[in-house]
T-cell receptor, first 107, second 114 residues
Framework: GDSVTQMEGPVTLSEEAFLTINCTYT??????LFWYVQYPGEGLQLLLK?????DKGSNKGFEATYRKETTSFHLEKGSVQVSDSAVYFC??????FGKGNQVVVIP | NAGVTQTPKFQVLKTGQSMTLQCAQD?????MYWYRQDPGMGLRLIYY???????DKGEVPNGYNVSRLNKREFSLRLESAAPSQTSVYFC?????????????FGEGSWLTVV
């Protein structure tokens, strides 16, 4: 079945550093791809999405490009802030989610 | 603009007690889901309902039952709670209409079984 794999482990970085979180997927066809963010004590909310190959989703300074050649949808942000500390989930069409990555940004 | 509403937000149960988590969505979505979230385990799908009148098991269905009461509501029941069911539970819904399968989550229900 469809599945998503995220890089292992939490990510800790300093404010204004560059953030990358890797995500690869296995699916039939070309599904929509998503990144969700979960702030402490809250539910998940959509951060960005891409619905077809080579699309770039972007929101709040975050970007991810749908790469069908490498079946990837890596999340990037050029300069993180403390307020970006959260858990980030990569996902295919429901209900396939990755296990999430905790991101901690240190001032 | 309620979206997905789930209740209760917090609950403490004794082992062996039963309870039902309620969920409702007002976005006219066909699909609804129940997930649990545990530290280090990410989100795990318990049950889902692709449309009114249908339900299917997810990754971790044991110890749970669900009811898709109508298009809006999808409840999760714990018949005999166990400490292993201590978790945060999220209800969610999705639809193809204008959201391209975007999934919308409730705020979560924190359940402790002692």
């Amino acid at each position: 079945g469809d599945s998503v794999t995220q890089m292992e482990g939490p990510v800790t970085l300093s404010e204004e550093a560059f953030l990358t979180i890797n995500c690869t997927y296995t699916a039939t066809g070309y599904p929509s791809l998503f990144w969700y963010v979960q702030y402490p004590g809250e539910g998940l909310q959509l951060l960005l999405k891409a619905t077809k190959a080579d699309d770039k989703g972007s929101n709040k300074g975050f970007e991810a490009t749908y790469r069908k050649e490498t079946t990837s949808f890596h999340l990037e942000k050029g300069s993180v802030q403390v307020s970006d500390s959260a858990v980030y989930f990569c996902a295919l069409k429901p209900p396939a989610f990755g296990k999430g990555n905790q991101v901690v940004v240190i001032p | 603009n309620a979206g997905v509403t789930q209740t209760p937000k917090f609950q403490v149960l004794k082992t062996g007690q039963s309870m039902t988590l309620q969920c409702a969505q007002d976005m006219n979505h066909n699909s609804m889901y129940w997930y649990r979230q545990d530290p280090g385990m990410g989100l795990r799908l318990i049950y889902y309902s692709a449309s009114e009148g249908t339900t299917d098991k997810g990754e971790v269905p044991n110890g749970y039952n669900v009811s898709r009461l109508n298009k809006r509501e999808f409840s999760l029941r714990l018949e005999s709670a166990a400490p292993s069911q201590t978790s945060v539970y999220f209800c969610a819904s999705s639809g193809m209409e204008d959201s391209g399968n975007t999934i919308y989550f409730g705020e979560g229900s924190w359940l402790t079984v002692v």
